[in-house]
């Protein structure tokens, strides 16, 4: 069979949608291909396999002390879960990841700074940690013109334990740090 752009882009379009692993989207993209399979005279056939990250995920977040707002957070994938009543605790940010800025945050919630290391994350769960929260983007991102990403835990850092994650534009951050933000609620659902 001669090989046809045409029909080579034809497929693309096709498939050219959000197929998460694991999702009916995906099952929907493999349906294609086997389908495309036959259609030129040939036998295809699927193979299963485990999904180890979290398809869909929810979040929130909510500022109780000193001033009342909801802030758009997500989840992150591969996470751990709060009940679905969520968690009402204190809020720490902590700027340093020294063993010092670790002193009396055991079941508060704590914004990071920086990159998440194993080494920090298992002092983070040593600490008896609530939950944690990193930041994305940048200052002058608009909400019209960024996305809030849904980001995974590796498992570099899951296979050590697990607990709630969410992830929060920077400037919202930068606004819960400058006023203050003491007492939260929060859910977080990583499924």
């Given at each position: 069979?001669?090989?046809?752009?045409?029909?080579?882009?034809?497929?693309?379009?096709k498939?050219?949608?959000?197929?998460?692993?694991?999702?009916?989207?995906?099952?929907?993209?493999?349906?294609?291909?086997?389908?495309?399979?036959?259609?030129?005279?040939?036998?295809?056939?699927?193979?299963?396999?485990?999904?180890?990250?979290?398809?869909?995920?929810?979040?929130?977040?909510?500022?109780?002390?000193?001033?009342?707002?909801?802030?758009?957070?997500?989840?992150?994938?591969?996470?751990?879960?709060?009940?679905?009543?969520?968690?009402?605790?204190?809020?720490?940010?902590?700027?340093?990841?020294?063993?010092?800025?670790?002193?009396?945050?055991?079941?508060?919630?704590?914004?990071?700074?920086?990159?998440?290391?194993?080494?920090?994350?298992k002092?983070?769960?040593?600490?008896?940690?609530?939950?944690?929260?990193t930041?994305?983007?940048?200052?002058?991102?608009?909400?019209e013109?960024?996305?809030l990403?849904?980001?995974?835990?590796?498992?570099?850092?899951?296979?050590?334990?697990?607990?709630?994650?969410?992830?929060?534009?920077?400037?919202?951050?930068?606004?819960?740090?400058?006023?203050?933000?003491?007492?939260?609620?929060?859910?977080?659902?990583?499924?």
């Amino acid at each position: 069979m001669q090989i046809c752009g045409k029909r080579l882009y034809d497929l693309l379009n096709k498939i050219g949608f959000v197929r998460v692993s694991g999702s009916e989207e995906e099952a929907k993209a493999a349906q294609i291909l086997l389908d495309e399979i036959k259609a030129i005279g040939f036998e295809g056939h699927e193979e299963t396999f485990e999904v180890t990250d979290a398809v869909q995920t929810t979040a929130t977040l909510e500022v109780l002390e000193p001033y009342n707002k909801t802030y758009t957070v997500t989840c992150y994938r591969c996470a751990g879960s709060t009940p679905a009543e969520g968690i009402t605790t204190e809020f720490k940010y902590i700027e340093d990841m020294n063993d010092v800025a670790l002193v009396g945050i055991e079941g508060k919630f704590v914004m990071i700074q920086g990159r998440l290391t194993p080494e920090i994350y298992k002092k983070l769960l040593k600490a008896n940690i609530a939950g944690y929260m990193t930041f994305t983007g940048d200052i002058h991102d608009t909400l019209e013109d960024s996305d809030l990403p849904t980001p995974l835990m590796r498992e570099r850092l899951y296979k050590h334990g697990t607990v709630p994650a969410l992830n929060i534009r920077v400037a919202d951050a930068m606004e819960m740090v400058r006023d203050g933000a003491s007492k939260i609620h929060f859910t977080a659902q990583s499924a």
